[in-house]
């Protein structure tokens, strides 16, 4: 690893695993939980887009970390147990966002597979939430604390590839 590697997030859809990397070093490894209907682009599939991305915005950072987000923005909610037991369907969005835009286009970006406009995250959720098994509507699901640590060692721009 030299100065000049740049940060790499490298999402495996088959391992259900999310590695940080710079060159060829793995600088951290957290498990996610990408889509129930497996990988796809299209608008409305509720699949994962495969393929490179790049984080567009970083949203959340000074927001605390059990903070609800709808519509990327914070609700003012502070997530628990008593709040989850109140809105059982509730789809949570915690912690922080990291907004995801494609650079392939035809494959992620432009038209009906747009990742973009398809509002696909890397966020947090709920600690009762499984992880490690495909269970998201389309979204990286993380465990809250995992999402911090990444969320604060990657910059706007990072490079994410998507792969299965």
């Not at 495969?50 to 923005?73: E, M, Q, T």
């Not at 490690?132 to 465990?143: A, D, E, F, K, L």
Request: aromatic share 4%.
């Amino acid at each position: 690893m030299t100065a000049a590697d740049p940060l790499l997030v490298r999402i495996d859809l088959t391992a259900q695993v999310l590695e940080l990397r710079s060159g060829a070093a793995v600088l951290a490894r957290y498990p996610v939980s990408t889509a129930a209907r497996g990988p796809g682009e299209r608008r409305g599939s509720g699949c994962t887009p495969r393929g490179r991305h790049r984080i567009r915005l970083k949203i959340g950072g000074d927001c605390p970390p059990n903070a609800v987000f709808v519509g990327r923005r914070p609700t003012g909610e502070l997530y628990s147990p008593a709040l989850a037991a109140a809105e059982p369907g509730r789809d949570w969005i915690l912690g922080r966002i990291l907004w995801l835009t494609g650079l392939e286009p035809g494959r992620n970006r432009g038209g009906e597979v747009d990742t973009l406009r398809r509002y696909i995250y890397i966020h947090g959720c709920p600690d009762a939430e499984p992880i490690g098994t495909p269970r998201s509507h389309g979204c990286i699901r993380m465990r809250n604390a995992d999402l911090l640590a990444l969320f604060d060692r990657v910059p706007q721009g990072t490079a994410v590839d998507i792969v299965e």
